[in-house]
């Protein structure tokens, strides 16, 4: 069983419409949880992280985590055409090892 | 805003050469990686190091590759001699004292013919 899982889509949406992200992951010693934003060719970029489960926002941004489901979930309100990008989970354990597991990355457009 | 960067943005060599990757971390990390992600796959792991030495590495780095951090401000991954399936963006990242938020740099594209 892979340790993180995530839809590649692609996933296509009209401007202005929430948008929902989804990994799940397969451990529960994973107790670190991060969105980030990949544009063609360049670095992945931090959008968020979070420990606890449940919600955590950050203006258009909501990280959610039900780590009873092993389930975590990015939402995008009014989306932007300047969202479009690839959305990477990134998830690791508190103790020990400090790398990331990344998921395989969700490539998301935003139509006007 | 700090920010994570690497030299050069493209690196194109033969197989069986030497190359060296920089990477400048942001100045008060502590925490120094470096990624891969070969074309349209996943971003892999290869190696952690903090305080001077190797945390964790991944099956990945094996005896081709080590890392080096030469003075306070430069973090080096050097691939000694490159293969075909080393061609891939290779990323840094660097984090601080917490070690949880990782920042990543805009990678290099490493070719190798």
């Known amino acids: 069983q892979k340790e993180v899982e995530q839809d590649p889509g692609p996933l296509s949406v009209p401007e202005g419409a929430i948008v929902s992200l989804n990994c799940t992951y397969s451990?529960?010693?994973?107790?670190?949880f991060m969105w980030y934003r990949q544009y063609s060719r360049k670095g992945p970029e931090l959008l968020m992280y979070?420990?606890?489960?449940g919600n955590k926002e950050d203006g258009r941004f909501t990280a959610q985590v039900d780590k009873s489901s092993k389930y975590i979930s990015l939402f995008i309100r009014d989306s932007q055409p300047s969202d479009s990008a690839t959305y990477l989970c990134a998830i690791r354990r508190v103790q020990g090892a400090q790398k990331l597991v990344f998921g395989q990355g969700t490539r998301l457009t935003i139509n006007p | 805003e700090p920010e994570v960067t690497q030299t050069p943005s493209h690196q194109v060599t033969q197989m069986g050469q030497e190359v060296i990757l920089r990477c400048v971390p942001i100045?008060?990390?502590?925490?120094f990686y470096w990624y891969r992600q070969i074309l349209g796959q996943k971003v892999e792991f290869l190696v952690s190091f903090y305080n001077n030495e190797i945390s964790e590495k991944s099956e990945i780095f094996d005896d081709q590759f080590s890392v080096e951090r030469p003075d306070g401000s430069n973090f080096t991954l050097k691939i000694r001699s490159t293969k075909l399936e080393d061609s891939a963006m290779y990323f840094c990242?660097?984090?601080?004292?917490?070690?949880?938020?990782?920042?990543f740099g805009p990678g290099t594209r490493l070719t190798v013919t």
């Open positions: 100045s008060n990390h502590l925490y």
């Open positions: 990242a660097s984090s601080g004292d917490r070690g949880y938020e990782q920042y």
């Open positions: 451990n529960s010693a994973f107790q670190y």
């Open positions: 979070t420990y606890s489960s």
